[in-house]
């Protein structure tokens, strides 16, 4: 028999990155698309905060939800989670741990990514069900954070989000991250505001690039 075909959340995990989209229009949703995808990366997730997201991803998955993975992020109440799932989010991420939206993903058989900070936090969303933990924001943790975490809560799923750059990316993944979390060091704010794509690409190629290698692909 053939083997099942992989989850969303298992090809989010098998990519090991989740490109956070934090755009000022949906008119540049496409380009970024490409630019992932050219790189290797089949995962975007738009967060709520652009203008007018639900239909960004509406459109990414009527043209590109054939070859990525796209979730939402920036979840903040369980009503914007139906609404998100409802225009075709995959996968659901929120910035801090909220019960409600968990169970609302669940119950729409979606992936829940919420966000936490401290043990507590962390374990505790673990429990209520959540997929994969994104300990946010993480920049000022470092890797160290994560491997501290892991010695002796081993089951943990974490995706450590902020402050991931190509020149890092290898060092949370040793640290034993299962995916991490990048955006503004992944698409260059000025360069995607000028329409500047040459640069997002390079920056873009350059990440894909490190992460094959931190994975040891």
């Not at 873009?204 to 931190?214: C, D, H, N, P, Y």
């Amino acid at each position: 028999m053939p083997s099942p075909s992989p989850t969303p959340l298992e090809r989010v995990i098998a990519c090991g990155v989740i490109p956070v989209v934090r755009a000022s229009s949906i008119e540049v949703l496409p380009e970024l698309a490409k630019a992932l995808l050219s790189a290797g990366i089949n995962v975007i997730e738009v967060t709520m905060t652009t203008p007018k997201a639900l239909l960004g991803i509406e459109r990414l998955v009527e043209n590109y939800g054939d070859q990525m993975v796209i979730g939402v992020g920036t979840i903040l109440d369980a009503a914007t989670c139906r609404d998100a799932i409802s225009a075709g989010a995959q996968f659901v991420v929120s910035p801090h741990f909220d019960r409600e939206i968990i169970e609302t993903t669940k119950r729409y058989g979606k992936g829940s990514v919420p966000g936490a900070y401290t043990p507590t936090e962390i374990l505790g969303a673990t429990v209520a069900g959540a997929d994969l933990v994104k300990v946010f924001p993480s920049a000022g943790l470092g890797p160290s954070y994560i491997r501290d975490l892991l010695a002796p809560m081993p089951h943990l799923r974490l995706v450590p989000t902020g402050g991931v750059d190509a020149k890092n990316v290898a060092d949370w993944f040793k640290a034993g991250a299962i995916c991490v979390g990048a955006g503004a060091l992944l698409f260059p704010k000025e360069a995607v505001a000028k329409g500047d794509w040459a640069t997002v690409n390079a920056s873009v190629k350059a990440f894909g690039q490190a992460l094959r290698e931190a994975k040891g692909k």
